[in-house]
């Protein structure tokens, strides 16, 4: 069965610093992968998605992600930290028979001045 | 093009009621899903429809169903209300179902049960 890993629930960088938000997948097929984010009160906005088109996925607000097959990873990058990225992020992959998501349980990003 | 909408938006209902929430799709989207949304589980899969049919359902007692209508919005319903249903509940749209279908989601419902 298809599932998600994200390493460390809480993640805090300072503004203008890399920001890397680790997700390790486990699929016994090529997964769909994804990233979204989700600002307080609001739902889950889409970020990016790996599809087997390119191991480099560029995704908006100047994310991207990069799919490594050998360490089933899909771990979420940014060049430079903003403050308005502050927000929780989700990796999911694509499960089940049917196509619904399954998530990881969030890594919370917390960006200091 | 408007994303999609969810009513109402906070809801307090108490324990033993039911309740009845809406999900409005992106215009052309035939595909509605519906995820729980709690600090201790995290987000998890409720249902999908398709073409006013149920295609996927998740690991939810039979207290929690849904259906869709012919113009694609979708109500998902929670019978018997307990404490730990408290929750956001958020829908999802894509335009077509299965696993390469980007999902997009609504603002999400807030429920409190007391």
Known sequence: AQSVTQLG?????????????????SSSVPPYLFWYVQYPNQGLQLLLKYTSAATLVKGINGFEAEFKKSETSFHLTKPSAHMSDAAEYFCAVIGGSQGNLIFGKGTKLSVKP | KAGVTQTPRYLIKTRGQQVTL???????????????????QGLQFLFEYFSETQRNKG???GRFSGRQFSNSRSEMNVSTLELGDSALYLCASSLV??????????PGTRLTVT
């Open chain 1, 9 to 25: 629930s809480h993640v805090s960088v300072s503004e203008g610093a890399l920001v890397l938000l680790r997700c390790n997948y």
């Open chain 2, 22 to 40: 809406s999900c409005s799709p992106i215009s052309g989207h035939r595909s509605v899903s519906w995820y729980q949304q709690t600090p201790g």
């Open chain 2, 59 to 61: 690991n939810f007692p």
């Open chain 2, 97 to 106: 179902q299965g696993k390469s279908g980007e999902q997009y989601f609504g």
